[in-house]
């Protein structure tokens, strides 16, 4: 068996392009390979952002050898009246390029058919190869792709070459008019030179040697070794080291072909600005590193990296220097120039700005969610009352100031730094800063309830404002992000251990567009059922069993914290035997009773000594499982349950619901209906049995 390489060499592809590159180049070829019968070893990504690279070890040299049983039309079609072979036989052979006569009869399940027997012989893997490799670049998807020249062909960035290697044996394919070989390119600045690859297993150390570490983990521990040395060795920032932040470095990586680490400094005086307009400003716009002291406080450094080795690093220094002071004079001015103007006094300016062409502008929206951190306020904590509406009133006046408008990512953390400014209380300020979090998926919840109540507030007026427009997430298409919205709803109500009805809140978020949107019944059951489904995701993917969630979440869904419960005790108690007799034993009664809804049961024409102990124990636990579900004990309410399993298991056994006498059977049918009732007060057992 031999190795195969291949790379596709570009111009600078973007960074956030490769890694989804490299999984889409991995599953095309093993999903590709497997489809012809090609065995393989370990299959590797790698890539710079000149190049993307697949090699594949062992490699089978030949496809193997299959026997085809290919069935045609039936024996009664495939002959005439005559016993001569018809045209659907005919038809059928020629369809697979074969002679009538190499047709035979086979008996089958379905009676007597035709049947093409043949062994196909396997293509040697080097014949295979061009036409792999070709599928594998048209397949690569990006999220946006350019065409250059004439062909009408498409990628990334444009294509450069190929290097396609079956052992040490070239792959020749053609794609837009460029030509597979053994040769690549080396890096861009230090070695711009095309050189042949000898093989799969010397790719590496031979672009090594060109000055391009083309293993992105191998890059990576270069980069982040190459900025903490860099730091170590500037005097001036003694004590120093690098904030380093994971996403910065995998952009960087791929940034870069062999990266340099390059140490700056700027003036103090910047270090009066807030600390995240300044890791903005280094981070988003220059890809820079901050560098902080032992106790986390930013210092007057950055760390930028390279792409090249140069003589005299002071040159480049001073670079980095310069494009930075001049990102960090126009920050300051904003600063300064924002904080000459009250949050307060540009609130009335919101009505500048649309919030969207059918809900109205901020303005509106900021009176929606002062009433409404009222009503949550009232529910979670009546004395945050004042605080929150005061943090409502001011949450989204730092969208007019400068600095926002120049780093919209800072909204929230400009406004609570300018409410400090203006003398408006801390908490106050916290929650303004607090109330766009979590700003995605795993991010940081806000610490304080102002945050949260501000932050639910907010989310539950343009979740309510959307859905009432009809403006609902399909498909990909999510324009407001609603179903990361509703994730942050979930996270929050968990995280805090809120309890209140999302159907009264998304009820009055609704009325108070007015006429702006339908707020009828329908519109609230889909936000809920939206937001459902939204949980129902998120916690399988937190480790929760899908079944214990899709039976808590069926029966009820409108208290988050309430659903999670009942999901848990579900969970703890789904591997009692017991537990597992009593679920395929409702499973039956949802069978039985179908849609009857009526639980009168009349003890004076029970007929089998079954029923009667039945109702009994349903009688004796009734009042004990409502206690403990009104007090939230779930695990206690289902264990209690249990009790039943036995006498429902005879019931079974030795009665017939569907008697001949109708007031029999339609008691008995109660009786399940009774018992189906006090189940449900925990969620759908049945679900935990396959369908």
Known sequence: MRDLLFEIGTEEIPAGYLQPAYQQLKE??????????????????????RRIALIVEELQEKQKDVREELLGPSRKAAYDAEGRLSKAAEGFARSKGADVSDLQVVDTPRGEYMMLVREVKGKATSELLPGILEFLVRSLSFPKSMRWGSRRIHFARPIQWFAALYGEEVITFEYGGIVSSNQSGGHRFLNNTMFTIRNAAAYEAQLAEMNVIVDDGKRREKVITEITEAVARNNALAGGQVAIDEGLVATVTNLVENPVGVCGSFDEKFLQLVPEVLITSMREHQKYFPVVDDKGALMPGFVAVNNTIVNDSDITRKGHQRVLRARLEDALFFFDSDRQVSLSSRIA??????FQTKLGTMSEKKDRIVKLVKVLSE??????????????????????????????????????AYALNDGEDEDVAQAIREHYMPKRAGAELPASDLGAILGLADRFDTLAGCFGIGQIPSGNTDPFGLRRIALAIIHIIEEKEYRFSLAEIISKALALYGDRVNAAAETVDSVVTFIKGRFANDAVKQGRSARAVEAAASVAFDEINDCIMRVDALMKIRNNESFSVLSASYKRIRNIIKDNRDTHVDTAIFCEEEEKVLYGVYKDIRAEVEDFVSSGNYYQALETMLKMEGPVDNFFENVMVMADDKAVKTNRLNLLTALGELILMVGDISRFQDA
Request: glycine share 10%; with cysteine; net charge negative.
């Open 379 to 416: 529910k979670i904590n009546p004395e945050l009352s004042q605080k929150a509406i005061r943090a409502a009133e001011l949450c989204k006046a730092d969208l007019l100031s400068d600095m926002v408008g120049e780093f919209p990512s800072l909204q929230g953390v400009m406004g609570a």
């Open 349 to 354: 300016d919101l009505d500048g700005i649309i």
């Open 28 to 49: 095309n070829f093993s999903k590709k390979a497997r489809e012809l019968n090609l065995d393989f070893g370990t299959v590797r990504v790698m890539g710079t952002p």
